[in-house]
């Protein structure tokens, strides 16, 4: 991978930074990168590797030691994400889905009892984890989703359907937002109770080594207990993770480009025109040196935004920027390395095609270009009347 010309106190500002970045890289290089073309090919999941992943200990990356975790920041996420993603983007985001939509949002809201059961056998990868939020009739509209829940004795009875939920075909647990009295709530729902079932796994364009399908809840039965936090509760637990979500996300696209840049060096380098390496040429140089600049541009943005961002530091403009901004620009070099490497760029052999498809769920998952826009908006304007 390309190394930066930024001071590398901002993309590894400790040592243990550092040493983390070297141990995902080399993880990645051995372990990552040449299983990555068969499951894109094949379209699932690789759960021995996230196995693995918990091995290394980077599903708890963000959980304090005495819990099991690595007890590292926003940071040392960003780091995994963008070293695992630049060899394959798809098994990335199912570690996201799991590590962050799961692992770490249920650790900061729930209670120690709910960490207790099941942050062992997650941050492990024993079991996988999931989070269940987007609605097939609401998508960007959180707040208007329709899946309720009601109180009946010692349990809550869940109705209602989620879609577009990674790792959900292989997932053992959930963390499910349903409505009660009209407020939006957090539950612990397990694969295995009663009235749960998953849908057929959802064909998609992109990152085909992670998994998707719809979560369908009949009169789920949830016990009590795993209802997280309080009712009405909801609400402040999703605000809160999203902000690393889009992190990790950004993250992802850094990686992205990243991978598609070295491929548009090496192949104008030693590809021949007229006589001499395609990499002399303007418009060649042209598509490489504006990749060079975005992706620069995007380092910034992302680990500036992630000395901002923790369990008790909001910064909602910060990761919605570097979100908005990184996805964009890693399918722009996706597309630039599409360009100059050609037909060659066309066809699977040196995997560009399959970076410029992952890269657009960049602009979609996570919050769409235009969510992030409104919520930018929004708050440098209450900046403003301040």
């Known amino acids: 991978m ?8 901002l993309v590894n500002p400790t040592e243990e930074h550092e040493m983390l970045r070297q141990t995902v890289r080399e993880f990645t290089r051995k372990e990552i990168e040449p299983q990555a073309e068969e499951y894109d090919r094949k379209g699932i999941l690789n759960t021995e590797l996230l196995r ?7 599903i708890g990356i963000t959980i304090p030691e005495e819990f099991g975790g690595a007890g590292m920041d926003s940071t040392a996420a960003v780091i995994a994400h ?12 199912a570690y996201l889905a799991h590590a962050l939509l799961f692992v770490n949002n249920l650790f ?9 059961r099941y942050i062992p056998k997650t941050i492990t990868g024993e079991w996988i984890g999931a989070m269940g939020m987007t609605e097939p009739s609401a998508g960007t509209d959180v707040l208007g989703m329709g899946t ?13 359907r989620k879609i577009f939920i990674t790792n959900a075909p292989e997932a053992n647990v959930f963390l499910v937002y349903a409505k009660v009295d009209g407020r939006i709530t957090s539950f612990i729902v397990e694969s295995t109770f009663k009235g749960f079932s998953v849908s057929e796994k959802i064909q998609k364009m992109g990152m085909r080594a992670s998994t998707m399908a719809e979560l369908i ?36 696209s850094l990686g992205m480009a990243n991978r598609c ?12 025109a007229f006589g001499k390496p395609i990499a002399e040429f303007g418009q060649v140089q042209s598509h490489i040196g504006e990749s060079f600049a975005k992706i620069e541009a995007m380092r910034g943005l992302i680990y500036g935004a992630a000395s901002t961002i923790g369990p008790d530091h909001r910064n909602r403009p910060a990761s919605d920027a570097a979100k908005l901004f990184a996805g964009r620009a890693a399918k722009e070099v996706a597309d630039s390395a599409m ?3 050609g037909g060659y760029g066309y066809c699977n052999e040196y995997r560009v095609e399959q970076f410029l498809r992952d890269a657009k769920l960049i602009e979609i998952g996570g919050g769409t270009n235009e969510a992030h826009q409104k919520n930018i908006t929004r708050d440098l304007c209450k900046l403003v009347q301040v």
Do not use: H, W
């Open 52 to 58: 693995k992943v918990g091995d290394l200990g980077l």
């Open 148 to 160: 309720v829940a009601v109180k009946r004795g010692d349990n809550y009875i869940l109705n209602g």
């Open 2 to 9: 390309l190394s930066t010309t930024l001071n590398p106190k």
């Open 217 to 252: 809840l009949e009169d789920v039965e949830v016990p009590a207990e795993n209802l997280v936090g309080r009712e009405g509760g909801g609400i402040t637990n999703m605000m809160r993770n999203l902000e690393i979500e889009r992190l990790g996300l950004a993250a992802m």
């Open 339 to 341: 360009q100059v490497l």
């Open 261 to 272: 840049l070295d491929v548009m060096l090496r192949y104008s380098n030693e590809r021949q």
């Open 108 to 116: 900061y809201a729930a209670n120690d009892d709910q960490r207790k």
């Open 82 to 93: 963008e070293e695992m993603c630049f060899s394959d983007p798809g098994f990335t985001l």
